[in-house]
C-alpha cells in the first residue's frame, strides 16, 4: 500500500464539499432504501441525475454513499415493517422483526447498525489489501482474457438465479441483444438503429437501468399498495444492552471478513452474503431454537455481513472495470457516462480517485452510523409517509432523471416502455440483474472477444493460451454447474427453509 | 389470465425471430473481416431463440398453475394505476417542451398524486406537487446546472 496516495485520498475526502455528499448521499440512500420494495439498485438508479455536473471524484463518493444508505435503510424497514428492500435485506427480518415485535426495536435498530458499521470497517481494510494487488493483477489481461472475466461475470450472476436459470439467461440475452444497437466501433457499420439518428449512439443503459428500476419496480409495488401495513412501533431507547452485544460480538466479526469475500466474488452480492452468515451462525449457536424468535445474534451477523459485501462488491468495479451485482453495474453505468473508466488503469492513472473513494466509505460508515442511530426518530416518521406519496416522486425523478441524460423527450417513451418490460419481468419472475450487468458489459464483451479472434487469426485457442484464461474458462463451467450440485446436495438433506428464501428473491 | 403467463415467451419469441432476421440482413463491413459485426448478433439470436422455446414450454407446462402477481396485476385498481401512470408519462412526454419544465411538472406530479394517493388528501397532494415542482425545478436547474425547457 502507497502511504502517499493514501494520504492524498483522505485529503480529498475530508474537503467538506465532499463529506457533504457522503451524508447527504448517505441519508437520501437511507430513505429510498427504507421505502418497501425498494432497494440500493434503484436508490443509485434514481439519484444518478444529482451526480451531472459533479466532478467523478465527488459523484462516485456519492453515488458509493448512496449505496451503503440504501443498505443500512434496507435493514430499517426489514426491522420495523417485515418488508425488506431488496434480497440483502431479507435476512434482517429473520430475527429483527420479531426482536421489534418483542418491544425491542430501538435495540434491534442499534445493533443493525453498529453491526453494519463494523461490518462495513472490516471490508475497507480488506479493501485496502485487496485493491492493488488485484488492479495490477488485471493488468496483464489481455482482450481474451477479458471477454472470460466478463463471460464468467454474467454465467456466475445467472447461475445464482437457482431454479430460473433459463429465465436468467433470456435476461442477459435481452441485456446483450440492447447493447448492439448502434454504431460497431470497430467498422463503423450500423446496427439495428431502424434509422432513427437518435438510436446511432447505442439505447443509453442508464435509460433502460432507470426505467426497470425505478419505474418498474414502482409499478411493480402498485400491486400491494392498498394492502401495505400501518403499523406504528414504538422505538425507545436506541441502544443495546452489554449482554446483546456480548452475544453478537462474535458474530459481527466473524460475519464481516465473510460479507467481504462473498461480495468480492463476481456474481454473488450481499443477499447470498447475508443468508450465508445467517444459516452460519445459526449452525454454530449454543441457541439454536432462539434463532427466528429475536435472536440478537441472528440480527447483527446479517447485517455485519451484507455491508461488507456491498463493500467488497467495489473491488471487481474498481479494479477491473467489471461489475458484479446489479447495484455495482448502474454505478459503472453512471461513472462512465462521467467520463470516468474504472479499470486497471485507475490505480496507476488516477490513484487520487480510487484512494479518495476508499477514504470516504471510511467515513461514509460513520455517518451513516451516526445517522441511524441519531436521527431514528427522524427516519420512522419518514418511514410512516405513505408509500403513495412517494412512488409518484421516485416516478418524476426518473423522468427528470432520463431528460437529463441527453435532454431529449424522445428518451421518455423508451422510459416507458423499459419500465413496463421492467414490470413483466418482476410479475414473471425474471431476474434483473443479468439484464443490466449484460447490457453494460455487453459492448466490451463483443469488441474483446472479436480483437482476441482477431489478434489470433481467427482462432479460438486465443482463450485457452495462458493459465489465466484457461483458471477463467473453468470457473465458468463451473459455475454453470452450481446449481446441479446444489440440487444433488438438496435432494440429499432437504434444505432449510432460510436458504431457499433468499434463492426465490435473488 | 393463463393465457398472460405466456405473452413474455411469445413476446421473447417474436423478438429473437426480428432480431436473428436483422442480424442477417446486416450490412457487411468496408473495414476488415466483412462479417465482422454480424457474428456477435446472429450468435445471441439464435441462442436467444433456442432459450425462448425453453421458456414458452416450461411456461405452457405449468399453465395452470396459478401466478400470484399476474392475479394482483389485474384485480383492483392495480391495473387502472399502470395505465394511468403510463398514460400519465406520455402526455408529460408531449407537454414537457411546450410548456416548460414547472408547469408540466405540476401537471404530471399533481395527476399522480391525486391519481394514486386519492382526492381525499387533496391538501397533502397539492402542497406536495407544488413544493417538490419547485425544490426539483430550483435543485436541478440552479444548483446542478441542468438546462431545463
Known sequence: MDISSFLDGLSIAVQPINILW????????????MLPGLGPATAVAVLIPVTFGMNPVSAIILMAAIYYGAMYGGSRSSILLNTPGDGSAIAATFDGYPMAKKGQAGEALAISAVASFIGGLIAVVGFIFLAEPLANFALKFGPAEYFLLMLLTLSAIVALSIGKMVKGFLAMMVGLALSTVGIDTQTGVYRFTMDIPHLSEGIDFLIVIIGVYAIGEVLYNFLNIDKQKKEKKKVGKVWFTKEQWKRSKWPILRSGPLGFIIGVLPGAGGSIASMISYTSEKQISKRTEEFGEGAVEGLAAPESSNNAASVGAMIPLLTMGIPGSGTTAVMLGALIMLGLRPGPLLFEQQPETAWALINSMFIGNL???????????????????PAKV?????????????????YSV???????????FGLMMKVMDIPIAPLVLALIVGTDMEQNFRMAVLSSNGSLGVFFSSGVSIGLVILTVLS?????????????????????QVYKSS | MKTLKLIMPIGLIIFSVVFLFA????PKANLGNPYGPIYFPLGLSILMLIFSVIFFIQEFKKINEPNNDIRLMLSGRTPKLILFTIAAGLVYAFLFEPLGFLYSTMIFLGALLFFINGSKK????????????????YAFSQLLGVSLP
Not at chain 1, 457522503?22 to 432504501?33: N, R
Not at chain 1, 412517494?390 to 441527453?406: C, E, H, K, M, Q
Not at chain 2, 442480424?23 to 446486416?26: E, F, G, I
Request: hydrophobic share 60%; net charge neutral.
Open chain 1, 22 to 33: 457522503i451524508i447527504v448521499g448517505g441519508f437520501l440512500g437511507t430513505i429510498v432504501g
Open chain 1, 390 to 406: 412517494l412512488y409518484p416522486i421516485i416516478v418524476l425523478l426518473a423522468f427528470i432523471g432520463t431528460y437529463t441524460l441527453s
Open chain 1, 367 to 385: 455517518a451513516l452510523v451516526i445517522i441511524n442511530i441519531a436521527l431514528v426518530g427522524l427516519l420512522v416518521k419518514i418511514l410512516d409517509t
Open chain 1, 480 to 500: 454453470l454447474c452450481y446449481p446441479l450440485i446444489v440440487k444433488l446436495a438438496k435432494r440429499k438433506k432437504n434444505m432449510s427453509e432460510d436458504e431457499d
Open chain 2, 122 to 137: 387533496w391538501l397533502v397532494n397539492i402542497i406536495v406537487t407544488v413544493s417538490f415542482s419547485f425544490i426539483s425545478w
Open chain 1, 410 to 420: 424522445i428518451d421518455f417513451f423508451l422510459l416507458l416502455i423499459f419500465g413496463l
Open chain 2, 23 to 26: 442480424s442477417l440482413n446486416l
